[in-house]
C-alpha cells in the first residue's frame, strides 16, 4: 500500500475517534448547568464547572504532548479516551438517583467539579491529535487533514446534544451512561484501528536527546516571540482569544439588538456550525493548494478583521447573519493553516511537546477571550467586543507578516501496523 493510502486509511480512524469523543462531551455538557441548578448550585459555581474543564486541559497539554514524543501517540489517545469514561461515569453516578438519595448537595456538586476536571484531563489530547497528523500526513496535505479532523469534531459538536437530550429522557444518569458506553467503544475502536504514527526509532530518539523543560518552552513563546514558532503560537492564540471573546457575547449581544431567545439561539448556532463544518471538510483544501499556508492563514485572519468589524454595522437579523458567516470562514482557514505551519518549523523529537505548548496557550486564550469581552460588553457597551476582537485580528496580521514558509519539507514517518498494542 502507498505511503498516501496508508496516511488517508490512518486519518479516517484518528477522524472517527476525535469524532465519537466529542459527541460524548456534548452529551453531558449542555446539561451541566441544568443538573447543577437542581442540587442548589450558583450561576457562578455553574461557571466555575464550566471553567474546570479548561483549566485542566491547560495543565495537561502539554504533559500530554510530551509523553507522546517518548512513548507514541496512540497510548496517550487511548489514555485520554480512558479517562473519559471515568469522567462520564463520575458525572452518571453524581445524577443518579442513588447520589441523590444518599449525599448531600455539596457532596453531588463536588463529585461534578470533579468529573469536569477529570474529563479536562483527558480531553487535553488535542495537541497530540495535530502531532499525529504531523507524523502521518505529509507536509503538503497537513492543514487539509487537520480541516478534516476539525470537521470531524464540529460534527461531533453537532449531534452530541441531540444524542443527550434523548437520553435525559431515561433519566437522570443516562447521558452520562451513554456517553461513558460510546467512549469505551470508542477506546475499543482506537486499540483495534488507530495505528501507531511514530517508529520505535523517533520515540528512543525524542527520549534521548536533551530539551527544554515544559515551564521553559512556555517561557520560550513569551520571551522571544519572533522565532516562528513562537510567532506562529501567537498567530493561533490571539485570534482564538478574540474568537472565544464573540463566542461569550453573542447570545448577550443577540438578546438585546435583535430579541433572540434561548428558543432561537439554536438555530443560529446550528447554521455557524453547518457553515464550519462545510469549509474545514470541503473548501479548505483547496483553497490551500491555491493559496497554500500561509495564504490561507493571511486570508482568514482578513476575514476574522471584516466579520468582527461590521457585525456591528448590521441593521438586521438577516444582515448580521451574512457577515456572520465571515467568522467561521476565517477560523476554518486559519487555525488549521496554522497548526499545520507550527508542526513544520517544530523540531520533529518535540512535535507534540510542541503542539501542547500551542494548546496550552490556546487553553489561556480561551479562557481570557469571554472573560474580558463580558467586561467590555457590561463597561464599554455591546459592540465594543466586536471592535476589540477586530483590532486584535488586524494587529495578528501584522505578526504573520514577516513569516515564510519552511525551507525544506520533511516526510512523514512510515507507519505503523494497524491492530494491538502500538510497537
Known amino acids: 500500500m502507498s505511503p498516501e ?87 452518571a453516578f453524581a445524577c443518579s438517583d ?54 470531524a469534531t464540529s460534527a461531533g459538536v453537532m449531534i452530541g446534544p441531540a444524542i443527550g437530550s434523548l437520553a435525559s429522557t431515561l433519566g437522570p ?31 528512543a530518539d525524542a527520549a534521548t536527546k536533551k530539551r527544554a523543560s515544559l515551564r521553559r518552552q512556555m517561557v520560550e513563546v513569551a520571551l522571544h516571540p519572533a522565532r516562528p514558532v513562537a510567532r506562529l503560537i501567537w498567530v493561533y492564540a490571539v485570534p482564538m482569544m478574540a474568537f472565544m471573546a464573540m463566542n461569550g457575547i453573542l447570545a448577550l449581544y443577540l438578546q438585546e439588538r435583535f430579541a433572540f431567545t434561548e428558543k432561537t439561539i439554536g438555530y443560529l448556532y446550528t447554521f455557524v456550525g453547518t ?19 500561509l495564504g490561507a492563514m493571511r486570508a482568514g485572519l482578513w476575514s476574522l478583521v471584516v466579520g468582527f468589524g461590521a457585525m456591528p454595522l448590521a441593521g438586521s437579523t438577516p444582515a448580521f447573519v451574512l457577515i456572520l458567516v465571515l467568522v467561521p470562514v476565517g477560523t476554518a482557514l486559519l487555525f488549521p ?21 500551542q494548546q496550552a496557550y490556546g487553553g489561556v486564550a480561551r479562557l481570557a477571550g469571554p472573560l474580558w469581552a463580558g467586561a467590555a460588553f457590561q463597561l464599554l457597551g455591546p459592540a465594543s467586543p466586536f471592535w476589540i476582537s477586530g483590532v486584535l485580528a488586524l494587529g495578528t496580521l501584522a505578526v504573520a507578516a514577516g513569516l515564510h514558509p519552511p525551507e525544506r519539507a520533511e516526510p512523514a514517518s512510515a507507519p505503523a501496523p494497524a491492530g494491538g498494542p502500538a510497537a
Not at 185 to 195: E, G, H, M, Q, V
Open 337 to 357: 493553516a496554522t497548526t499545520s505551519l507550527v508542526s513544520r518549523f517544530a523540531a520533529r523529537h518535540e512535535l507534540g511537546a510542541t503542539m501542547g505548548v
Open 173 to 203: 444518569a443516562a447521558p452520562g451512561l451513554v456517553a461513558a458506553g460510546l467512549c469505551a467503544l470508542n477506546l475499543a475502536f482506537a486499540w483495534r484501528w488507530l495505528p501507531e504514527s511514530t517508529s520505535h526509532e523517533e520515540r
Open 275 to 293: 457553515v464550519s463544518l462545510v469549509m474545514r471538510s470541503l473548501i479548505l483544501g483547496p483553497a490551500v493548494r491555491r493559496l497554500g499556508e
Open 98 to 151: 442513588f447520589a441523590m438519595g444518599h449525599l448531600s448537595s455539596v457532596q453531588t456538586l463536588g463529585i461534578l467539579f470533579l468529573s469536569r476536571l477529570v474529563q479536562g484531563a483527558g480531553g487535553a489530547t488535542t495537541g497530540v491529535v495535530q502531532a499525529y497528523v504531523g507524523d502521518a500526513v505529509v507536509p503538503e496535505e497537513r492543514a487539509k487533514a487537520l480541516g478534516w479532523i476539525t470537521a
Open 5 to 91: 493510502r496508508v496516511s488517508l486509511a490512518r486519518l479516517w480512524a484518528l477522524m472517527a475517534t476525535v469524532f465519537v469523543d466529542m459527541v460524548g462531551f456534548l452529551i453531558v455538557l449542555p446539561l451541566l448547568p441544568f443538573y447543577a441548578t437542581r442540587l442548589g448550585a450558583s450561576a457562578f459555581l455553574v461557571g466555575a464547572m464550566v471553567s474546570a474543564f479548561a483549566v485542566a486541559q491547560l495543565a495537561t497539554s502539554p504533559i500530554w504532548g510530551r509523553f507522546s514524543d517518548r512513548m507514541g501517540r496512540r497510548p496517550m489517545l487511548m489514555l485520554g479516551l480512558a479517562i473519559s469514561v471515568a469522567a462520564h461515569l463520575l458525572f
